[in-house]
């Protein structure tokens, strides 16, 4: 069974880049068709969708976000990663990294069905 | 970009019928997800494609789409089922968005 564990600091200064890296166990990052998705919430709130990644390197990024976002792949790792540039408060959140199924039907479709159970990031001097 | 839109909160009492909906110009012809989240875990997906649903989620658990509006329906609410209930949809071109979210609180 997939598992997904999220790794990396949990604080960051203020204007400074955020990374994350989300490991994926039990399974071949490479095997299936999957996205390999970031998710983040702050505290009491919503969750905000950051952006996704195939195996082959193409990305999708939240258009509030992609000025910041850059999200990477290492199938050797069997890792995927997360980079938020010039940060501030607003960043500070619980970062979850996700396997997300997609492809067509009727409509296309893309969910996140494996989450890793997240990892809390603050943003502050 | 586009927006869904839940009820903040949904109260039920227990073994009667919860229902959340999720509102959004693109549902027509986009799919909607649910997931379930409990304080400090992570989402729990147990709706997809509008409709399905996923191995391991009881059967109260349906979802049903209209329109503009996607619904999750929980019937004979449980105890366990008090949560935070997450609307999810994705453009073809890759985009996705969350709704922001129903606290459902049993009675």
């Known amino acids: 069974q997939v598992q997904l564990q999220e790794s990396g600091p949990g604080l960051v200064k203020p204007s400074q880049t955020l990374s994350l890296t989300c490991t994926v166990s039990g399974g071949s990052i490479s095997s299936g068709s999957y996205y390999w998705s970031w998710i983040r919430q702050p505290a009491g709130k919503g969750l905000e969708w950051i952006g996704r990644?195939?195996?082959?390197?193409?990305?999708n990024y939240n258009p509030s976000l992609k000025s910041r976002v850059t999200i990477s792949v290492d199938t050797s790792k069997n890792q995927f990663s997360l980079k938020l540039s010039s940060v501030t408060a607003a960043d500070t959140a619980v970062y979850y990294c996700a396997r997300a199924n997609w492809g067509w039907r009727a409509y296309y479709y893309y969910y996140m069905d494996v989450w890793g159970k997240g990892t809390t990031v603050t943003v502050s001097s | 970009s586009y927006e869904l839109t839940q009820p903040p909160s949904v109260s039920v009492s227990p073994g009667q019928t919860a229902r959340i909906t999720c509102s959004g110009d693109?549902?027509?012809?986009?799919?909607a997800y649910w997931y379930q989240q409990k304080p400090g875990q992570a989402p729990v997906l147990v709706i997809y494609k509008d409709s399905e649903r996923p191995s391991g989620i009881p059967e109260r658990f349906s979802g049903s789409s209209s329109g503009t509006t996607v619904t999750l329906t929980i019937s004979g609410v449980q105890a366990e089922d008090e949560a935070d209930y997450y609307c999810?949809?994705?453009?073809?071109?890759?985009?996705?968005?969350f709704g922001g979210g129903t606290k459902l609180t049993v009675l």
């Open positions: 693109a549902l027509p012809k986009q799919y």
């Open positions: 990644i195939y195996t082959s390197g193409s990305t």
């Open positions: 999810q949809s994705a453009d073809s071109s890759g985009t996705g968005v």
